[in-house]
C-alpha cells in the first residue's frame, strides 16, 4: 500500500523560472494538505483541497503560488516566477474523506532556487 | 489560529533513559493532538495521537499525556534507542478544521 507519493524529490529553479511540485496521495484519500518547512523550522501550512476544490488557502501568498487537485491525476503546487525565498522543502499530507482523520506526509520535495 | 510551542529546542539523553518532550497550545477547542517524527531527508511521520476525550496513551515504548487544563501534552519515550534520534513536531487541531498547526520541532539526540 503506497504512501505518499511526492515528485520531484529535489527540485533545482534559476530566479524567474516556474516549478512545479506534484503530489499523488495515498490510495482512497481524497483530501490533500501542503506544507512548506523552512530549515530549522516547523511546517507552516499553505493549502488544503479536496478534488477539485479548494477549501483553504489561507496560508498560501498571495501572489506566484497556486494548487490544484484535479479530478483525475495528482496534485500540483506551481510557483511561478521562483525567488531565493521560496528555497524551501514543500511537504504533502493527504487524509480520508471523514473529518479528524490523520494526516501521513510525503516525503518532500526540496526546492532550490539559485 | 492556533499557536504551537515545543520545549525545549534540542534534547540529549543517553541510550536507555526517558527523553520527555512538551508542546503547549493556545486554542482551547482543539481536540486532536499528534506527533510526528522526522528523520533527515524524510517526511514527517505520525507515531502516535490523542484525542481531548482521553488523558494519555501508550504505544510500545511511545506514550503521550494531555493536559486540557493547563493546554500542554508531551510525548514520552522510554529506554531510548539510537534510532530515536530524529526531529519531533506536535501538532493541534481543532474539531471541524482539518489543518494542523505544528510547532517547529525538537531535535532529540539518543547518545549510544
Known amino acids: 500500500n503506497a504512501g505518499v507519493m511526492q515528485n520531484p524529490r529535489h527540485l533545482v529553479r534559476r530566479r524567474g523560472q516556474e516549478a512545479r511540485l506534484r503530489c499523488s496521495p495515498m490510495k482512497g484519500h481524497s483530501h490533500v494538505y501542503w506544507y512548506r518547512q523552512l530549515p530549522e523550522e516547523g511546517l507552516k501550512f499553505m493549502v488544503y483541497?479536496?478534488?477539485?476544490?479548494?477549501?483553504?488557502e489561507s496560508g498560501m501568498p498571495k501572489e506566484r503560488f497556486s494548487a490544484e487537485f484535479p479530478k483525475e491525476g495528482p496534485s500540483i503546487l506551481r510557483i511561478q516566477q521562483v525567488v531565493r525565498g521560496d528555497s524551501a522543502a514543500y511537504f504533502c499530507?493527504?487524509?480520508?474523506?471523514?473529518?479528524?482523520?490523520?494526516?501521513?506526509f510525503g516525503n518532500g520535495t526540496r526546492l532550490t532556487v539559485t | 489560529g492556533e499557536n504551537v510551542e515545543q520545549h525545549p529546542s534540542t534534547l540529549s539523553v543517553q541510550e536507555g533513559d526517558s527523553a520527555v518532550i512538551k508542546c503547549t497550545y493556545s486554542?482551547?477547542?482543539?481536540?486532536?493532538f499528534p506527533w510526528y517524527k522526522q528523520e533527515l531527508g524524510k517526511g514527517p511521520q505520525l507515531i502516535i495521537d490523542i484525542r481531548s476525550n482521553v488523558g494519555e496513551k501508550k504505544d510500545q515504548r511511545i506514550a503521550v499525556t494531555l493536559n486540557k487544563t493547563a493546554k500542554h501534552f508531551s510525548l514520552h519515550i522510554t529506554e531510548t534507542q539510537p534510532e530515536d534520534s530524529a526531529v519531533y513536531f506536535c501538532?493541534?487541531?481543532?474539531?471541524?478544521?482539518?489543518?494542523?498547526?505544528f510547532g517547529k520541532g525538537n531535535q532529540v539526540v539518543v547518545i549510544p
Open positions: 486554542d482551547s477547542a482543539s481536540n486532536y
Open positions: 499530507a493527504s487524509s480520508p474523506a471523514q473529518n479528524n482523520s490523520p494526516l501521513h
Open positions: 483541497l479536496q478534488k477539485e476544490n479548494i477549501i483553504d
Open positions: 501538532a493541534a487541531r481543532r474539531y471541524g478544521n482539518n489543518r494542523l498547526a
